[in-house]
């Protein structure tokens, strides 16, 4: 690699299969432009001549050919790295493209129509979500429509942390904006680890499955496409059993487990009873995967809160405070909130240890600074089963007036009456 800098821009000359990695800091853009060659940011091309501004992200530019890059601004680290794993990356996106083909030649109303369901598992901070990206990018630039679903409820990509969700990817992912979710589908768990109650988390991922199945059967191009389904890190113990449910429930039939031997292994001998057919790959982890500590984790989670209120600096939104009647709204929590041990209970109560129970709360400023979900639910016995349709931040609640303040990301009246609460707050003004 060659490096030449001239007043604040640096350039640099990547060879074949070369990375130039970058740790833009929140607040402090760094402008990447291609000056010659080709080069991906995780498999979204960048356009030669046009800059990109990055902030608050880890990036790498990757070149499979060589190219010239610069460089403008002050990133936190930057640095150029021969070996990555692209190329192992790459091959599994051509076989995943082959089933794909296989499946839309099968063609409509055959039992082989369905693509590949992928799904990512690994530890934190090997690079899922990254991977994810790539072939989710490789596959939209050979022409498919893949479904990105992201069960990661700690460090989601899509929307607020807490949800399962999912897009269809009709073009590669925006290198400032990150995944586009113009109408995602979202159900809201409403904690940031799936361990706060899992029976819930189980339940949701079966009906965000059962959803996108019935999406897929009418229509042959996003079921050729196949899913890629992102998980959390957490994979041992209960972390590891809701991974099995994950795949069971959204039928996988690709595993690909980044980093980690032992749960590789562990995936092989278990898979083999209950998902015979499911073919598990290992794959190495990225070099530039950095491990991000607990404050950072916390950062990244409110810096997506604050982006669903105020959208980006180049796509800005307005948002909105309104006060309303608290009797206009129904704030729901599902389950216990924090669990007692079953000993402690009086006998008779088990029931309230249900963990998909439905509680009515009244106002309170308990509810100040959460993030309540808007349920598409019609009565209150269907928000067990219902989507969400957007959030609102709580910002106010005067219990003697019976008032509460809410911000939205625009104005106007909600979309539904229920409101679901789970442990997500934000400090947002
Ligand atoms: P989590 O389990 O916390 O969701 P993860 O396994 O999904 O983590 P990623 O989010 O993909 O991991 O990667 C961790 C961080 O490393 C991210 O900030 C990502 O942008 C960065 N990263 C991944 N690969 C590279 C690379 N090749 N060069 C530079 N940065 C990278």
């Not at 990817?169 to 589908?185: C, K, M, N, R, T």
């Not at 019609?378 to 007036?401: E, H, M, Y």
Request: glycine share 8%; with cysteine; aromatic share 6%.
């Amino acid at each position: 690699v060659a490096q030449e800098a001239s007043n604040s821009s640096t350039s640099f000359n990547l060879t074949a299969r070369q990375e130039l990695r970058l740790e833009c800091s929140n607040g402090k853009p760094v402008s990447i432009r291609l000056e010659e060659g080709t080069a991906e940011v995780f498999g979204t091309e960048l356009n030669r001549g046009r800059a990109v501004s990055v902030t608050g992200q880890k990036v790498a530019v990757f070149t499979w050919v060589g190219c010239r890059v610069s460089v403008q601004g002050e990133p936190t680290v930057m640095y150029v790295a021969d070996e990555t794993p692209m190329a192992s990356y790459l091959n599994v996106h051509q076989t995943l493209d082959q089933r794909r083909e296989e499946a839309k030649r099968a063609g409509p109303g055959s039992a082989g129509n369905n693509g590949p369901v992928v799904v990512v598992v690994g530890p934190t901070d090997s690079g899922k979500s990254t991977l994810c990206r790539l072939l989710g990018n490789w596959a939209v630039r050979s022409g498919w429509q893949p479904t990105f679903v992201d069960l990661d409820v700690g460090q989601g990509t899509i929307t607020v942390p807490g949800c399962l969700s999912a897009v269809p990817l009709e073009q590669p992912v925006d290198i400032e904006e990150g995944f586009s979710a113009d109408l995602p589908l979202v159900f809201f768990f409403g904690h940031s680890s799936p361990g706060e109650n899992p029976a819930l988390f189980k339940s949701l991922a079966d009906k965000l499955a059962a959803l996108l199945q019935r999406r897929a059967a009418a229509d042959p191009r996003v079921a050729a496409s196949g899913l890629i389904i992102n998980t959390f890190g957490w994979v041992d113990g209960l972390g590891y059993e809701l991974q099995k449910h994950i795949i069971q429930t959204f039928q996988c039939d690709v595993v690909l487990v980044v980093e980690q031997d032992r749960l590789y292994a562990t995936l092989q001998q278990d898979l083999k009873v209950t998902c015979p057919r499911t073919t598990i790959l290992k794959l190495a982890k990225s070099g530039g995967a950095v491990k991000r500590e607990g404050d950072e984790r916390r950062g990244a989670r409110e810096q997506r809160i604050r982006e669903y209120f105020y959208g980006t600096a180049r796509t800005p939104l307005q948002p909105a405070t309104q006060t309303i009647r608290a009797t206009d709204i129904a704030v729901y929590r599902i389950g216990t909130g924090p669990r007692a041990p079953s000993t402690t209970l009086p006998v008779g109560s088990a029931s309230l240890a249900d963990p998909l129970r439905l509680q009515n709360l009244p106002p309170s400023l308990e509810q100040l600074q959460c993030v309540l979900a808007v349920s598409h639910a019609a009565t209150p016995d269907q928000i067990l089963n219902a989507n969400i349709a957007g959030f609102v931040l709580v910002k106010d609640v005067d219990t003697a007036r019976g008032a509460v303040t809410i911000t939205a990301p625009a104005p106007g009246p909600l979309p539904g009456r229920y409101l679901v609460m789970g442990s997500i707050r934000s400090s947002m003004e």
